[in-house]
Structures are given as C-alpha cells and as structure tokens.
C-alpha cells in the first residue's frame, strides 16, 4: 500500500510577510493586491485574521470592516517562490516523487522512504517540524494511501498538524465533511449536488452512480471515485514536467469597460501574451476560450472549435472579438477579461495546406510574430506595439507576460 502525504503551507503569503516584518507576528495579517489597479482583494491571510472571519477573495474594504486592526501587505512573488523551493528541498530529503500543486502545497510518495524513515506520520512530523524550525512557517500535512485523502488530511486539522486518513478510518473522517471539501468540487458542481440530496462526501459515496453519471456524465466516475477513495494516481517525479493542457491570461482592468473598444484593447494585450508563451512551448491551439466577468460579478465563458490550427497572434485575436460580439451586449459594463487557449499539437506538425488560404501570408505572418517577440524579450512588453493600444495607455498599461502569476496546476 502506497505511503501519500500532501504539505500545505499555512497562510502561506502572509507567514512569509510575517518572516520580513517581526511586527507583524503577533497582529491579523492579510495579504492584498493592488488597489489602484483594482485588484483589491485579500489574496491570503494568517491565523490571527482568520479568527475574524476574514476570508480569501474578498474585497479589502469588506476584511478591514470585519476586522478594523488589519493589517494589509503588498505581495512579494519572489518570496514565495524561494520559501516554496526550500519546501521543496527539504521535502526532497524523503523522496524525489515530488508533485508541486501551485506555490504552497505538493504531494509527496514516500512510499519508498518508510523502512528508513518510519512511517508516514512519523516522516510527517519530522518534515514538519524541521520546516517550522529550519524556515520560521508552519505546514499542515495529511497521510493516507492516495492522492485526494492526503489531501483531505492537510486541510482537516489546521494549522501545525498532522493527520492521518487510513483505509480504517476513512469513513469516519472524511465521510461527514461537506462535499466540497473535495477537490474540484465547487460551487457549481456543489449546488447540483445539493438538487440531489448530496450534502457529505459520504453521501456522494454512497449515491447511486447511473444516477450520478444521468446528472454529470463522465464527471460522475471521477467524483464517485474521489469520494471512495479510489484514486490510484502517481505522484509525478520531482523532475517530470507534465504536458501543459491550457495557456491563459486574465486582468481585471483598471476601470470598467464601457464599450467594444474598451474590450478590444484589453483583448490585444491578453492574446499577444497568451500567443508569445505559446510560440515559446512550441505548440499551436485549435480551441480558444474567453470569460467575461461584468460589474455585477456575473461571469460568462464561451469557447470555439478552430478549422486550423494557429499560434498567430492576430489570427486568435480575431476569434476573440468575434466570440465577444457573439456573447455579450453591455447590458452591464465590464470589470475582467480573460483569453485561454487549449487542444495543443506542436508547431513542427506538419499540416494540409489549402487552396482556400495564402501559405505565403502565414509564412509572413509567423515571420513578423517571431520578430516582434525577439525584440520584446530583449526589450520589454511595450518596446512595439500596435497604434490602437496608445489611445489609451492607462487601459493597456499592463503586462500579462510579465506579471504572470503562478497558480496551481491542475490535477489531471
């Protein structure tokens, strides 16, 4: 039987701001985005605001009246990615089957680890310990026998803890929380659920699975599984780079967007930034996605099937706009756009080439992208870029590429 455990920083951000500000150790702490560029919103928050019931994802404003001594702190993403390297470090003392699921977290199989370390609480304990000791942060850590219940375990007992999810005990554990306590279940998947009569990961477990599969198709298998705890996924190796499956980029703008060229503008920056990363992997796309997210905080994604595959800057801009003016009206004004893009094959793919299109104009095309992304990255994001984007520079004053934040990757 495998030997899983998934480390969780606790309030990651915000213990390492406590590291750089002593100051702060003893006061609630949350740390903010920007709010001059609108991005006001706590992005994490330490133990002592927790008890205030200062929450991830809510505006400042609405934390400082729930909490009036907060005190909020700029983000550092170096930071953090150096304290998540020396996480790693020390995690690599155990194992070298270590599978990094954003900044914060990873799973670890130290399966392998236990005839000279002990068991899996006891590796548990000791890496938690030395991480308090040797970096100044705490972790919380889950062991079980797969993926999603070690998972399940960090977040049970929080903060400074270790838990243990076992094939004895499962049911009496995590069977009681709510559903979505589950990864990837959420809020959609929870209300629907919830239509069904399932409120616990127990009675997900327990709920007739054609029944699931009328409601959730294949989704079915998959959430009927977790909840089981029938998932025999590896923990990648430390080394291994999984396939990237979407490449994307969104902002909340600087204000709300009033009109299609409003929209246009903040489109232009997204796809030169999602096209460029994408020439960078080496891939072309044959699906490309937009979300719109309006001032009521009502949130649309609409996605299209392309006949050929493309990493032309220009070609997927084109499909943006016309999935735009397809999907919305401005009935509401506009606070974010998003551009992902998906279904990847390599860009040395050969291709059928067609009577219907000039080869020599995507030949130039793919010519004129790859020299403006050689003059941008030796010379930055705003080195050369289209009029349209000068009309208003505060708008596209912004830069995905560079910016780019780091989330967790998916599981699959």
């Known amino acids: 039987m495998r030997t899983i455990l998934h480390s969780d920083c606790n309030g990651f951000f915000a213990s390492v701001e406590c590291l750089y500000n002593p100051q702060f150790r003893d006061k609630p702490v949350a740390v903010c985005g920007d709010k001059d560029k609108r991005h006001g919103i706590i992005l994490a928050k330490n133990e002592i605001a927790k008890k205030f019931n200062v929450k991830t994802g809510e505006p400042i404003w609405q934390a400082q009246q729930k909490c009036p001594e ?22 690599s003392d155990y194992t070298d089957n270590i599978e990094p699921f954003g900044l914060d977290e990873a799973w670890l199989d130290v399966t392998g680890s ?180 309006n001032t009521d905080l009502f949130a649309i994604t609409r996605q299209k099937k392309l006949e050929q595959s493309t990493n032309l800057t220009n070609d997927v801009l084109k499909t943006v706009l016309e999935l735009f003016k397809e999907s919305y009206s401005f009935d509401r004004n506009i606070r974010s756009l998003g551009v992902s893009v998906s279904d990847f094959e390599s860009d040395t793919t050969p291709h059928q080439a067609s009577i219907f299109v000039d080869e020599t104009q995507i030949i130039r095309k793919e010519q004129l992208d790859s020299t403006l992304d050689n003059i941008k990255s030796r010379f930055g994001s705003f080195a050369v870029k289209p009029a349209k984007l000068m009309f208003d520079r505060k708008l596209s004053g912004f830069s995905p590429k560079e910016e780019h934040t780091v989330h967790p990757v998916s599981y699959f």
Not at 190 to 206: C, H, M, S, W, Y
């Open 114 to 293: 236990t005839l000279l370390c002990g068991n899996g609480k006891e590796i548990a304990e000791e890496i938690r310990h030395r991480i308090k000791k040797e970096l100044g942060i705490t972790v919380s850590i889950g062991v079980s026998f797969n993926k999603i219940f070690a998972k399940l375990g960090s977040d049970y007992k929080k903060p400074d803890a270790v838990t243990v999810i076992t094939k004895e005990n499962y049911k009496q554990l995590v069977w009681k929380l709510k559903v979505s306590d589950l990864l990837y279940v959420g809020r959609a998947t929870e209300n629907k659920l919830r239509q069904l009569g399932v409120f616990t990961i127990g009675d997900l477990a327990t709920f007739p699975i054609e029944l699931l599969r009328k409601n959730f198709g294949k989704w079915a298998d998959i959430l009927y599984s977790f909840s089981n705890g029938l998932d025999f996924s590896p923990v990648m190796k430390s080394d291994e780079v999984s396939a990237v499956k979407s490449i994307g980029n969104s902002t909340t703008a600087v204000r709300d967007l009033e009109n299609f060229e409003d929209a246009k503008i903040i489109f232009m920056v997204l796809c030169d930034s999602v096209c460029r990363r994408m020439r960078e992997q080496g891939y072309k796309t044959k699906n490309v996605c937009i979300s719109i997210r």
């Open 70 to 91: 907060l005190v909020t702190a700029s983000a550092h993403y170096d930071r953090y990615i150096r304290f998540s390297k020396l996480c790693r470090e020390i995690y």
